[in-house]
Every structure is written in C-alpha cells, then in structure tokens.
C-alpha cells in the first residue's frame, strides 16, 4: 500500500508570496494528481501528471519518478487561493482507485 | 454539461440503519470511483465500477457495497450504520479508469 506523506500540513502566507507544497508517495506509480478542495467539500481537480513538469495559469506541479517526489508551487498568491490542497496517487492501471495525502491546508492573507 | 451529481447533499441517520447515497456521473464517463473522507483526513478509496462492473475495492467492510446502472450512474449502500461511518461521502467519474477524476459535491452523512 502507498503512503503518501504531505508537508507542510498547515501554511499560513501574505498575499503575492511564492508557494511550495511537498508530496512523497513509498511505492511506484502511474500517475499523480494535485487537488484543490474547498471549505464544504468540493474537489477540484488541478493536475494529472505522470513525469516532468507542467503549468496552468499560476499553479506548477513538478514531479520526480526517481525520488518518488512531486511538489506544487504556486506563484503571486492570492487569497482565493486559500484551501487543501490534497496530493493522490494511482498505482497500476487505475482499479485501486487513488491513494490521498491528508492535505495541506494553506490560507493566504491579504 | 453538468458536473458530478451527488444526491441527497445532507443526510442524518441513527446507528444500525441503512443508507443508500446516489451518483450521476458526467455524460459520457463510464467510470465511478467513491471515497469516504473522515473530518480532518484526506479521502479513502471505497470502489470503483467501470462499464457496470466493480473494478477495485478499497479495505472497507462488506456492509459497503455499490452498483452501477447501464446510465453509468451509481449507488452507494451502507448497512448497520456505525458512528464511525460519519463522513463525507465523494463520487468521482471519468471517462476511463486512469483519466483525471471529476469530484462531485459529495453526500455528509452524519450518525447519531
């Protein structure tokens, strides 16, 4: 079984500051997610990514297949931003469903 | 198009009783994950169906049990309802297995 371990778990940043959020997950994988949930529940998904890099507006997430280690960063903060940021990870094809992270709870104060 | 449905929003019920929680998944997504997410942890897998069949199971007990239907919408039982089972309940599709999920609103059952 995965163990996905987030860090940190409580992040409190001024508005415009440059965020970094950790994920490190035990056992290889086939993809990994970032997802963004608001107070109430909803979940948003962020990313899906499997290897390199990618970028959506001013959200990156970057992942290490090797160091079995993903991170989310996020540029000129804004606190709209503020939720849990929860870290997933699938193993196989799919049928085992997502491991989670236990989130990282960021507020961006103004 | 509409997002993930999840029906009822809010659900209240006592321990011992049975409960059945519905999902709609986005037109045209074939796959349904569900999750069970306990009030400070992230979600735990529960099962997922794709093409109506059960396609993994999460360490839940088998008063967990689901279905899908040839709509590709989904239902989620719970028998014998413990306190422990309070949480939020999360339906998630996608078009095949291993394609990024879309999360619904989710159900929070509440036992008394």
């Known amino acids: 079984k995965n163990e996905v371990e987030q860090s940190p778990q409580n992040l409190t940043a001024q508005e415009g500051e440059f965020i970094t959020i950790n994920c490190s997950y035990s056992?290889?994988?086939?993809?990994l997610h970032w997802l963004q949930q608001h107070p109430g529940g909803g979940i948003v998904s962020l990313f899906m990514?499997?290897?390199g890099k990618k970028k959506h507006g001013r959200l990156i997430a970057t992942i290490n297949i090797q160091e079995k280690h993903s991170s989310l960063h996020i540029t000129a903060s804004h606190p709209r931003d503020s939720a849990v940021y929860i870290c997933?990870?699938?193993?196989?094809?799919?049928?085992?469903?997502?491991?989670f992270g236990k989130g990282t709870h960021l507020i961006i104060q103004p | 198009d509409a997002g993930v449905t999840q029906s009822p929003t809010h659900l209240i019920k006592t321990r011992g009783q049975h409960v059945t929680l519905r999902c709609s998944p986005i037109?045209?997504?074939?796959?349904v994950s569900w999750y069970q997410q306990v009030l400070g942890q992230g979600p735990q897998f529960i099962f997922q169906?794709?093409?109506?069949?059960?396609?993994g199971r999460g360490n839940f007990p088998d008063r967990f049990s689901a279905r899908q239907f040839p709509n590709y919408s989904s239902e989620l039982n719970v028998n014998a309802l413990l306190l422990g089972d309070s949480a939020l309940y999360l339906c998630?599709?996608?078009?095949?297995?291993?394609?990024?999920?879309?999360f619904g609103d989710g159900t929070r059952l509440s036992i008394l």
């Open positions: 056992v290889g994988i086939s993809a």
């Open positions: 990514l499997s290897s």
């Open positions: 998630a599709s996608s078009l095949v297995a291993n394609q990024p999920q879309h």
């Open positions: 169906y794709y093409e109506k069949e059960e396609r």
């Open positions: 997933a990870v699938r193993e196989g094809g799919g049928a085992d469903g997502l491991t």
């Open positions: 037109s045209g997504h074939k796959s």
